[in-house]
């Protein structure tokens, strides 16, 4: 088997993996997207900008309740105006990125930093 195929092999499975469940969601690119969304849903600390304001947190939440809950927003299913604002423009690629990355960040380890 030359390199070439091993690597896609590797990708593919890697991909698998991350699947969400079709698409191959890619969490590095998840971090970038999701700076905006770290605004509010702050992954290292959970402190909101807005001290009065209650976020959930989604770091360490499941990537496809991520995805699902994005995709309620996004069609209005799930009302929620800044929510609709955040969501409307993204794709099901972006979403599954962003929910691979909030899926991948510890909600531990964010705990323990926040002491
Ligand atoms: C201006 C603040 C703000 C920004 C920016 C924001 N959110 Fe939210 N988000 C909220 C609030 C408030 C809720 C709770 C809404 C509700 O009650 O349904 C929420 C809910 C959610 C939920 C549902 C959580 C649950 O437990 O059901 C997800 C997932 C989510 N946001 C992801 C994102 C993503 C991804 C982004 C960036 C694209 C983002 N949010 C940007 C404030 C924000």
């Given at each position: ?17 991350l699947a969400l469940p079709a ?42 309740y991520i995805v699902a809950a ?46």
């Amino acid at each position: 088997m030359t390199i070439k195929k091993r690597l896609a092999i590797a990708g593919l499975s890697l991909g698998c993996l991350l699947a969400l469940p079709a698409l191959a969601a890619d969490a590095a690119k998840g971090k970038v997207k999701a700076e905006t969304c770290t605004g509010c849903h702050a992954v290292a600390s959970y402190q909101n900008v807005y001290p009065t304001y209650n976020v959930p947190k989604v770091a360490g939440q499941h990537a496809e309740y991520i995805v699902a809950a994005l995709k309620a927003y996004k069609s209005g299913e799930r009302a929620h105006q800044t929510m609709h604002a955040n969501a409307i423009n993204l794709s099901d690629e972006d979403m599954a990125d962003i929910a691979a990355y909030f899926a991948s960040v510890a909600p531990g380890a964010a705990a323990a930093a926040a002491k």
